[in-house]
């Protein structure tokens, strides 16, 4: 059994405007393609994963992931609720798919996932905070110990 201390985790902040997964687009000959702002930010996402990481966790991980938004001086709401910004799902999906091969071996490792959007004031905290530990057998029997209703 592994101790906290002994599973591996990591944490880092990706600073900049975050870019969400969007549907491919179709071009005007009906061929489908990514849009390139997409293309661009997963692979500058996954260089970054590559350079915090020496080799990909393996077996099943936790993944907590925050999308930090600038919020416009003119927006009053304290969440991120507008539709000028993604679905959380969206964001998942980028960070998920450009932690492959570098965070960990694929993303259906990710047994567990939390993901949030909030607003931040100063442009220096735009950007995804991501964390990402191992989980073992004993922490899922320790969830269902704590909440028995998700049995």
């Not at 998920?96 to 071996?105: Q, V």
Request: glycine share 6%.
């Amino acid at each position: 059994m592994k101790s906290d201390r002994d599973k591996k985790q990591v944490s880092l902040f990706v600073p900049g405007k975050p870019v969400s997964w969007a549907r491919a687009r179709v071009s005007r000959g009906g061929v489908f393609f990514t849009p390139q702002k997409q293309r661009l930010y997963k692979l500058s996402l996954a260089s970054i994963f590559n350079r915090k990481m020496r080799e990909p966790l393996e077996g099943p991980v936790a993944c907590t992931i925050r999308v930090q938004l600038l919020r416009a001086k003119s927006n009053k709401t304290l969440l991120p609720i507008s539709q000028s910004t993604s679905d959380v799902d969206n964001w998942a999906k980028m960070i998920l798919d450009a932690g492959n091969g570098s965070l960990w071996k694929d993303d259906a490792q990710v047994v567990a996932l939390e993901i949030s959007k909030v607003w931040v004031l100063d442009p220096e905290g735009e950007g995804v905070l991501v964390q990402v530990s191992e989980i073992t057998d004993e922490d899922i029997v320790e969830a269902i110990e704590e909440h028995p209703e998700i049995q």
